[in-house]
């Protein structure tokens, strides 16, 4: 081969090392926990992709994302973060509320973690404060204990001559003890009879609507749970056979047929967990990245459901609304 001819090979064959080296290098696979089953979250996970997205990741394209749903098992978190972690994945996701972050803490104190949606992280430990994290853990804080008592406030003034509300609450959720301190305070507050019953099973749900009806209780709120989430059909079910006035913590109640619902808005979340992911992969360390804290809380009403209850839903509620669906 000739000097020049030599020098043109060489430089071809440089020329083309980027692009072998762009092709060796791996898609980074993200690790999706979940505490929940798929079926009821797929718009939530279509809001994570977009996120994902804003920051030019593309599932299938230039990023994996490995799914695990523990299917309203919590023992099941534990090992399913485990898996992930030995893959290993370069970010963990949790969602589902507080256990499947527990969850993917205690696997892992170095992958980078993205939470959904955890009531008080600090509270639990997982950041040291929400402007500097500290740790390998951030992502979005939902505040429902909070926002129980709102609720609380907005069924008062639905039916404001109500003797006795119930409340239904997951005795396995570790914010249960939150939402019912925040409800009772609320409860004093208006001299309101109370009755709390517990379910986290759908056996359960089906006896804790009998005791309700037993009780003749006027209206009903349900706790803020990703169990109740997955059993919303059970649920809806259940109020409408009951004809109860029931208030929600997701909008999705309410667009299949319930009463009312306060809480925030949980694609928000989502796709915010989806942005922060996208960000550590570019390079970004959880904790540098603030907790966000989401502020659009959605109040909405179904005027058709209250109609065949025999509701007339005050002016002011309705002018509250950020939806009614007629």
């Known amino acids: 081969m000739r000097r020049r001819e ?6 071809g064959v440089a020329a083309t090392w980027p692009l072998a080296v762009r092709a060796q290098q791996p898609v980074p696979v993200v690790g999706f926990l979940h505490s929940e089953s798929r079926a009821p979250y797929e718009n939530l996970v279509a809001a994570f992709r977009q996120g994902l997205g804003e920051l030019d990741f593309i599932e299938g394209k230039n990023v994996i994302i490995d799914f695990r749903w523990a299917e309203g098992h919590p023992d099941r978190l534990a090992p399913l973060a485990s898996d992930l972690v030995r893959i290993p994945v370069a970010v963990l996701v949790a969602g589902g509320g507080n256990l499947a972050t527990l969850a993917a803490r205690e696997a892992t104190r170095s992958i980078p973690i993205v939470f959904t949606g955890v009531d008080d992280p600090v509270k639990l430990g997982i950041v040291d404060s929400f402007n500097r994290p500290g740790g390998n853990a951030t992502g979005v804080s939902l505040f429902n204990s909070v926002l129980a008592a709102k609720r609380f406030d907005l069924l008062h003034a639905l039916l404001p001559k109500a003797t006795l509300i119930a409340v239904l609450l997951n005795p396995k959720n570790p914010n249960t003890p939150g939402q019912l301190k925040e409800i ?15 379910a986290s099973s759908e056996n359960e749900i089906d006896a804790a609507f009998a005791i309700v009806s037993e009780k003749q209780a006027n209206a009903l709120i349900i706790g803020a749970d990703p169990f109740y989430q997955r059993n919303r059909a059970q649920l809806l079910q259940l109020a409408a056979n009951h004809s109860l006035p029931t208030i929600y913590f997701a909008r999705e109640f309410v667009a299949a047929g319930g009463l009312i619902s306060y809480g925030v808005h949980f694609p928000d979340a989502y796709r915010q967990a989806g942005r922060y992911t996208g960000r550590i992969l570019k390079g970004e360390k959880p904790a540098d990245l603030p907790v966000v804290q989401l502020t659009r809380i959605e109040l909405t009403i179904n005027l058709k459901t ?9 002016a002011t509620l309705i002018a509250l609304a950020d939806e009614v669906i007629e």
């Open 184 to 198: 009772e305070e609320a409860a004093r507050g208006r001299n309101q009879s109370m009755h709390v019953l517990y």
């Open 306 to 314: 209250a109609k065949t209850l025999g509701l007339d839903v005050p």
């Open 6 to 11: 030599f020098i043109s090979f060489i430089g």
